[in-house]
């Protein structure tokens, strides 16, 4: 029995996708769009600001566990300007804005997961229309 799919009931007239991931970092499963991307239904354009995983991603990628349709940048999306990254222990949860405890602290060990570990410049891409 054949694979029932939205690409092989549009056969040709399949559009190609574009997936954008801000803050594409690697965290351990498969990404909701990876099934996309690895049967070239379209290309991904992620952002990782922080440089560790940014790494990780461009590592996965000259190991042979990425594709040719993938483009990582190592910036933010923003206004365009220069910005503080907050790079936390979790890594995921690294942010443009220096977390708010206050409000962290009422949620069960949310808090543990923001805890700043490091600040750096970085710059940010102004996107102002869908990329072509």
């Known amino acids: ?3 029932l799919s ?6 040709t007239s399949m559009p190609r996708i574009k997936v954008i991931a801000v803050g594409a970092s690697d965290v351990g499963a498969p990404e909701i769009y990876a099934e ?5 239904y379209g290309e991904l354009i992620g952002f990782e600001p922080d440089p560790e995983a940014y790494n990780r991603l461009i ?8 594709s040719s349709n993938v483009l990582y ?3 933010a999306v923003g206004d365009g ?3 503080t990254l907050y790079l936390t222990n979790s890594g995921m949860t690294s942010f443009l804005f220096r977390p708010n405890y ?12 923001y ?6 410049l970085t710059g940010l891409l102004w996107i102002l229309k869908a990329v072509s």
């Open 81 to 83: 300007s220069e910005s």
């Open 6 to 11: 939205i690409a092989s009931v549009l056969g």
């Open 59 to 66: 590592e996965r990628i000259r190991q042979g566990d990425g």
């Open 115 to 120: 805890q700043v570990v490091s600040e750096t």
């Open 1 to 3: 029995m054949s694979e």
């Open 36 to 40: 996309i991307i690895r049967k070239d």
């Open 73 to 75: 940048l190592p910036m």
């Open 102 to 113: 206050h409000l962290l602290e009422k949620f069960h060990d949310l808090a543990e997961l």
